[in-house]
């Protein structure tokens, strides 16, 4: 399975609202409700911000998002803060119980 | 209160056979439901899904690695064993594994580098 499509990088500023979109295709994001992202600060293991397309775990704050279109899954981060700025990473089923992960956005809080 | 960490050699020379291991605590893998992936990371670079195994014993693979791949579980020593054949230079990544919830991938390891190189 190809990695699913995500842009390099993001910029937003303190308080602003960024989207990070993540393409698959009608065989992975476009097929289930099973995307998930994570966030990975630099030397650290990624943390799962939503899971299932648009649930957050507990503990995860509210302004983080998820949604879908088509084979196009979005994470939105509004109110953006300083600790907000890391590397992102969606994840979709693929069938056959395999799972294939994004190529990674690195998000800039200006 | 779940933890994983991974465990293996830093340094492998190319063609040998990596064996990692993860030791978990928190939850056990003779319990319906659970699971444990392995997943690993190249320097700066993507996340890229290995392998599963479940509490019954099921096992899943990534397609371009399969054949290089063994999952086991040693469910009295709560631990995973990962093995990956004839190691290459683009092997080299840092190796985590994972508590998987059937959608998501919960709680992580620290992650272990592994290096090929002769």
């Known amino acids: 399975q190809s990695a699913l499509t995500q842009p390099a990088s993001v910029s937003g500023s303190p308080g602003q609202s960024i989207t990070i979109s993540c393409t698959g295709t009608?065989?992975?994001?476009?097929?289930?409700?099973?995307v998930s992202w994570y966030q990975q600060h630099p030397g650290k293991a990624p943390k799962l911000m939503i899971y299932?397309?648009?649930k957050r775990p507990s503990g995860v704050s509210n302004r983080f998002s998820g949604s879908k279109s088509g084979n196009t899954a979005s994470l939105t981060i509004s109110g953006l803060q300083a600790e907000d700025e890391a590397d992102y990473y969606c994840?979709?089923?693929?069938?056959?119980?395999?799972?294939?992960f994004g190529g990674g956005t690195k998000l800039t809080v200006l | 209160q779940v933890t994983l960490k991974e465990s293996g050699p830093a340094l492998v020379k190319p063609t040998q056979t990596l064996t990692l291991t993860c030791t978990f605590s928190?939850?056990?893998?003779?319990?319906?439901?659970?699971?444990v992936s392995w997943i690993r990371q190249p320097p700066g670079k993507a996340l890229e899904w290995l392998a599963r195994?479940?509490?019954?014993?099921?096992?899943f693979y990534s397609t371009s690695l399969k054949t290089r791949l063994t999952i086991s579980k040693d469910t009295s020593k709560n631990q995973v064993v990962l093995t990956m054949t004839d190691m290459d230079p683009v092997d080299t990544a840092t190796y985590y594994c994972?508590?998987?919830?059937?959608?998501?991938?919960?709680?992580w390891g620290q992650g272990t580098l592994v290096t090929v190189s002769s």
């Open positions: 994972a508590h998987f919830t059937g959608t998501g991938f919960d709680y």
């Open positions: 928190g939850f056990s893998l003779s319990t319906s439901g659970k699971r």
């Open positions: 195994i479940d509490w019954n014993d099921d096992k």
């Open positions: 009608s065989s992975d994001v476009g097929s289930y409700d099973l």
């Open positions: 299932e397309g648009s």
């Open positions: 994840c979709s089923y693929a069938g056959s119980s395999t799972w294939v």
